[in-house]
């Protein structure tokens, strides 16, 4: 009984049609080098990838109707590119290019869950379980990270170390983009450091 | 041959009083060596019949070998042929922890081997344990290939590749079971060798049921190995992984290393090896644990390094707080910054299949003077006429760069743009720009 030394995450997420299903096994071959890490998020080269992808999403957008939808649609656009750029190594990319799928899907199922227990609203939550401070964060850290509520500590922190570098990366590059689109002259500077915290 | 006569004590004696042979062992370190390997081959042997001390070796040899063309049933049969009652030796009372310092032996054991009689008094005496000190003469190539067997028996638990190039060896000598004794001699010979690291392998592997050594998380331990083997054996254990050749593994070089634990984990070959530190619980559990709490301290400090101020912070409840509070004011700015996209992106009617074509062709120029072309020959597909002169633009210099897009923006922006075209703009400017950044 010999397991390999390499982390191996239990995915569970269907994953999207129309992206290749990159297994975690592949992963191991590589060794440590194929781990979600964070420099990968952080070259050029991939914020160019990212932006040009957006751009290209942004524009086959479809016609939103209200201002919160046209949030809504560029954000996801924005996140679902994003998560393609990962190239399906990490957790959070997958989910959250499952989650546009399965969206309609589990919208579906609560209707009928709630069509089928009537007295769902009725009842009180239960007895609140008080978990210890740390566990809570951990948990408040899940589900902040798409796709893993139910992850062993060391690899959520896997997860979260790839997911921090791949949003700073996103806001990079959407800072740069709307720079130029506001016109704003030598946009990256201004747009990166108006908009950092 | 009068060199069994030591043998042959030593195994009378060891017969008689295990705990004798503890004693003595401090005094002739060889004849302990080998009069414990004859108890393991012994014990091997009569693995086929279980033996109530020994649960693993019957269960290794049922178990996970592929490689066994032999079953059982082969192996208890060829045993149990000449051997009608074996009485079953005490040497099987051999505690785990002489069977383990058995095994701390084995790297000594290899100048034994290339002794060329070695296999074959071996042999003989594993059925010296079988047979409760018959007579040697009967012995004959069969049982030296049940030896051999034996040591391919040990080594089904050894996962080296090694082991497995050396099992197909063993398997096709075998196999040919009309080959002459000398040449099942060497090979046994050479086998044996191989085999009684592996056997010590094995040994310790069976001590540790779960190899908890792997040090993973989700393995919990059987209970039953007490803490001293589990510590001998792990020490063994990193002996045997680090290949030592340490030929001569004395008495006292090994009783030192039993307090001097401070070695670091190996590098994983086939599991991850820990070692536990001095003064640390040794137990599965306590490994295991160990073994994730540095795993999650060591992503800890990576994220430390990702996460902006909190280099001072110390204690994972506080850097999660700080984690959390991070990925929350990121996901914000990107909700912020997509309400800004949004803002700017008007109804988009336009088709775009020309200027996506176009597009691809400007991003597929990497060198930094050829895009001023594109923002030049945008005018042709833009419907409105711009007022770019195309023959005006200064030659690239970064500064010209951003006064011709600022140019741009002003003649573009001024009427109601159509994101296709600062889309596409944006593109090339962001490659173009960005690679002037570099």
């Not at chain 1, 299903?21 to 070259?43: F, H, L, Q, V």
């Not at chain 2, 054991?109 to 002794?115: E, Q």
């Not at chain 2, 945008?378 to 011709?404: C, K, L, R």
Request: a positive charge; aromatic letters at 4%.
């Amino acid at each position: 009984m010999v397991e390999p030394s390499v982390i191996s995450n239990p995915d569970t997420n269907p994953n999207a049609s129309r992206k290749k299903r990159r297994k975690i096994g592949s992963d191991y071959p590589n060794g440590a080098a194929a781990e979600p890490c964070g420099n990968r998020w952080r070259t050029e080269t991939e914020q160019q990838i990212y932006s040009s992808k957006l751009v290209d999403a942004l524009r086959h957008l479809r016609r939103p109707d209200s201002a919160d939808a046209a949030v809504r649609t560029v954000r996801d656009a924005a996140d679902r590119v994003l998560a393609v750029s990962a190239k399906g190594r990490t957790r959070w990319s997958r989910a959250i290019l499952a989650r546009r799928l399965s969206l309609r899907l589990s919208q579906i199922r609560k209707k009928h869950k709630r069509a089928a227990r009537p007295d769902a609203g009725l009842k009180k939550p239960a007895v609140q379980k008080k978990l210890p401070p740390l566990q809570r964060k951990v948990r408040a850290l899940s589900r902040l990270v798409p796709g893993c509520q139910k992850l062993s500590l060391p690899n959520l922190l896997e997860e979260t170390t790839d997911y921090i570098a791949a949003l700073e990366m996103q806001v990079k590059a959407m800072a740069y983009i709307t720079g130029i689109l506001n016109g704003v002259p030598a946009a990256a500077a201004a747009g990166g450091g108006s908009l950092a915290d | 041959m009068d060199q069994n006569d030591p043998f042959q004590s030593a195994l009378s004696s060891m017969v008689s009083s295990p705990t004798a042979s503890n004693a003595n062992g401090n005094n002739n370190g060889e004849n302990i060596v080998l009069r414990e390997l004859i108890g393991r081959l012994g014990s091997i042997c009569n693995s086929g019949e279980i033996s109530p001390h020994q649960p693993y070796s019957s269960n290794i040899n049922n178990g996970n070998n592929n490689n066994n063309y032999y079953n059982n049933s082969a192996n208890t049969s060829c045993y149990s042929t000449p051997l009608n009652s074996p009485p079953k030796l005490n040497l099987s009372t051999l505690t785990e922890n002489q069977q383990i310092r058995a095994g701390n032996h084995f790297p000594s054991l290899a100048p034994f081997s290339s002794d060329p009689g070695f296999a074959e008094r071996a042999a003989r005496f594993s059925c010296f344990a079988d047979k409760s000190l018959v007579g040697l003469n009967e012995l004959d190539s069969g049982k030296i290939s049940r030896v051999s067997s034996s040591n391919q028996s040990l080594k089904i638990s050894g996962s080296n590749q090694q082991n497995k190039e050396a099992d197909k060896k063993l398997f096709s000598r075998l196999s040919r079971s009309s080959t002459p004794e000398n040449a099942e001699v060497g090979d046994s010979r050479e086998n044996s060798s191989v085999s009684q690291n592996d056997a010590s392998n094995s040994r310790k592997r069976k001590s540790i049921p779960k190899g908890k050594g792997k040090g993973k998380e989700a393995s919990p331990a059987a209970k039953d190995a007490n803490v001293t083997s589990e510590n001998s054996a792990k020490r063994s254990k990193s002996e045997d992984e680090k290949d030592d050749a340490k030929a001569k593994a004395s008495f006292d070089t090994n009783q030192k290393q039993s307090k001097d634990n401070s070695k670091p984990a190996e590098a994983p070959k086939d599991y991850i090896h820990v070692r536990a530190r001095r003064g640390q619980a040794t137990d599965a559990h306590s490994l295991a644990e160990r073994v994730r709490r540095e795993k999650i301290s060591e992503r800890m400090k990576v994220l430390q390094d990702l996460v902006p101020g909190c280099n001072k912070v110390t204690g994972k409840a506080v850097m999660l707080d700080e984690i959390i509070n991070y990925v929350q004011s990121l996901q914000r700015q990107v909700e912020f910054l997509s309400m800004k996209l949004a803002t700017v992106n008007p109804r988009m009617d336009i088709n775009m299949e020309a200027l996506m074509s176009k597009d691809v062709m400007f991003e597929s120029r990497g060198s930094l003077p050829h895009n001023i072309y594109p923002s030049d020959s945008y005018p042709n597909f833009q419907s409105q006429p711009n007022a770019i002169p195309t023959g005006t633009d200064p030659p690239f210099t970064p500064n010209n760069f951003s006064a011709a897009f600022g140019r741009n923006q002003n003649v573009q922006l001024s009427t109601i743009d159509s994101f296709n075209e600062t889309a596409s703009q944006v593109k090339i400017l962001a490659t173009a720009q960005m690679k002037v950044e570099l």
